[in-house]
């Protein structure tokens, strides 16, 4: 494997000359393997990741892995001392700012070549936040191997595919409402409740059971 | 000949004095009374037990004998014997050929994802047990390799033979019994499945003796394994290793030139090259086609650079490469067992610097992947340095294997697809996960 071809500023460079206004930007991978990725734009995603498919010099005709990452909105709380002139005196003081973080979710994907045996190139697209932004440009017409999974990504963590051939829920049926793999998840109490006739007899025991103690047997 | 056959007279055909009716396009048509249609072009060949060339075998066209009728959709699953789980297929048909057809599953889905994502690293070992069931230790094996690289440990190098022992075992009781199940799929009831499942048991006793388990065995750890192996293991795994050879020699000899076999499953369910690689697939789907990717010789994992074997490819890419590819790799399995069982030094089996208790990766993330019997299984992890994992995914082969089912059925007789279903090997345990 050539270690220097697969540097991510390498492969940045390589991309910004063959996909031109593309914005990329290297995520530094802190274990370590040292599998560092890259964010691409969305609007150039498919161009990006078509470049990278076709160019002689990666020829990434392998998806590998794709996965959808939930990164919730984040409050960073900054403890900033400041000295003050108070009622004459100078004191310290400790003021906290919360900084929001907006949330967004993340479709990552591992890149390989069957034909040049190298890799991982890892691509990271993010959407605009976790409500109706959710919107990434589908990479199955690159790479067929993407459909199932990011039918199970729209399926677990609710990213809309835009592009994609058959884009339905794949594990959860299709009534099912919320986005299981999304961190604020909250399960349901019966995932499967619906009412049956047994339903109205127990309401009737439980009304006599009801009458009967009031009444005192009589 | 004329014994053999019966004939039945249908319009627009001609019957001569020895059984055998014509078509309008001079090609002879037999009718068995078991139903199946024989044609060849050559109308003087004489019939004998070997299969002819330019025969082809068909089964019964629809009631009235054409095709382009009204389309029947019907649900295969998912309680149908041989769909291998709970599975479904929406087929429709055209008569006998398929024209469409949706794989639906999700039926065994607990989310085996955010359940990971709830509890430490350490805990998810055994439920990795469950994705795969046939293949525990390969899958212990993925995930582990994940941690170790996220965490940057080293595996000491008896740790690694005994993964490759169990990992290759692991493969030959997958290859043999996939086998058995192709087999039992065609109709061939219990014979080959039970050879298959002889030899399986053999290597399931080695299994429980060295990790207390035949199938669940929640073996290896983060930076090694966990426990050594028990006296005597090392001499019975070698007779076991050697004579499944023999096993593999009658294997064959049932069945390479079977001709059931070969007329249910040549040119069956093809899959171009250029379609295999752009849809991911791998394992000896891939190498059927004719890819040589094998990970075991791309990533050079653990140590598998130390051993030699060879890759076998496939020129067809249809079902019954698919089985010869995975009869040959039990070859070179066996092969690297013997060696390995030979080498394999004394020393310890986990990593020092491995924590069982209170293990917190740096934060950063990492893909560690292996050839599985079933293709590339793979694990992605984000680390927060928290105790669990903030991601965890399973990149499961039997799932992304079967996003060509429809293309490879297409056209294809329903009963073959049971049979394309077979040849891809998934267990549903990973696919729902």
Request: net charge negative.
């Amino acid at each position: 494997m050539d270690t220097d071809k697969n540097a991510p500023e390498q492969i940045k460079s390589r991309v910004e000359v063959g996909v031109p206004g593309v914005r990329l930007e290297v995520v530094v991978n802190g274990s370590p393997c040292a599998q560092h990725s890259l964010v691409v734009d969305r609007e150039h995603a498919l161009l990006a990741a078509k470049f990278l498919k076709e160019d002689p010099a990666y020829r990434m005709d392998y998806v590998s892995n794709v996965t959808g990452v939930d990164w919730p909105e984040t409050t960073i709380k900054e403890i900033v001392k400041t000295k003050e002139v108070v009622d004459g005196v100078e004191r310290e003081i400790e003021r906290t700012t919360e900084k929001k973080k907006s949330g967004f979710l993340e479709a990552v994907y591992h890149l390989y070549s069957m034909e040049l045996k190298h890799g991982p190139v890892i691509l990271r697209i993010r959407t605009e936040n976790r409500a109706e932004g959710n919107h990434l440009p589908s990479l199955t017409p690159v790479w067929r191997g993407a459909e199932f999974q990011e039918r199970e990504i729209f399926d677990l963590y609710g990213i809309v595919f835009d592009g994609h051939p058959d884009l339905r829920r794949i594990l959860m049926w299709e009534e099912f409402k919320d986005y299981p793999m999304r961190k604020d998840y909250v399960e349901p109490d019966d995932y499967e409740y619906e009412p049956t006739p047994h339903d109205d007899v127990l309401e009737k025991a439980k009304k006599h059971a009801e009458k009967v103690l009031t009444t005192d047997g009589h | 000949m004329s014994a053999e056959f019966t004939l039945e007279k249908r319009g627009g055909e001609r019957a001569n004095e020895d059984g055998e009716s014509r078509t309008a396009d001079g090609r002879s048509a037999f009718r068995t009374a078991a139903g199946m249609t024989f044609t060849h072009n050559n109308s003087d060949t004489t019939q004998t037990t070997a299969p002819a060339k330019g025969f082809e075998l068909r089964p019964k066209a629809s009631h009235n004998g054409e095709i382009g009728g009204e389309l029947l959709e019907i649900s295969m699953g998912p309680q149908h014997p041989s769909t291998h789980g709970v599975f479904r297929m929406d087929v429709v048909l055209d008569g006998e050929r398929v024209v469409q057809l949706k794989p639906i599953f999700g039926y065994l889905h607990r989310n085996h994802e955010k359940i990971a994502e709830g509890t430490t690293y350490l805990a998810s070992i055994p439920y990795t047990d469950r994705l795969d069931y046939f293949c525990s230790l390969t899958n212990n094996w993925a995930y582990c390799l994940a941690v170790e690289k996220l965490a940057g440990l080293q595996v000491p190098e008896r740790a690694e033979y005994i993964r490759i022992i169990t990992a290759e075992l692991t493969r030959l009781q997958n290859h043999a019994c996939l086998g058995g199940f192709l087999l039992q799929d065609m109709g061939a009831s219990g014979t080959p499945l039970m050879y298959a499942f002889r030899e399986r048991e053999k290597i399931l006793d080695l299994f429980e003796s060295l990790t207390g388990a035949r199938m669940m065995c929640n073996y290896m750890r983060f930076g090694g394994c966990r426990c050594d192996l028990p006296a005597g293991w090392l001499e019975q795994s070698k007779r076991v290793v050697d004579d499944f050879p023999q096993f593999l020699d009658e294997f064959e000899a049932l069945l390479n030139e079977n001709e059931i076999l070969m007329s249910r499953t040549q040119g069956v369910g093809v899959l171009p090259r250029a379609l295999a690689v752009d849809a991911s697939i791998t394992g000896p789907m891939l190498r059927a086609c004719g890819v040589n990717y094998d990970i075991r010789k791309v990533d050079k994992y653990g140590i598998y650079d130390r051993f030699q074997f060879r890759v076998p490819l496939g020129d067809h890419g249809d079902v019954y490469d698919r089985y010869m590819i995975r009869v040959l790799e039990m070859r070179e399995s066996v092969k690297i067992l013997q060696h390995a069982l030979k080498d394999i030094p004394a020393g310890p089996i986990v990593d020092p610097k491995a924590k069982l208790r209170g293990f917190r990766p740096k934060p950063g993330e990492a893909y560690g992947r292996i050839e599985a019997p079933k293709g590339e299984l793979g694990f992605y992890l984000i680390s927060d340095g928290s105790p669990n994992p903030y991601r965890y995914r399973v990149r499961p082969p039997s799932f992304i294997n079967l996003t060509i089912l429809e293309d490879m059925c297409l056209g294809q007789h329903v009963a073959d697809v049971v049979i394309i279903l077979g040849s891809i090997d998934i267990v549903l345990g990973e696919v729902d996960r």
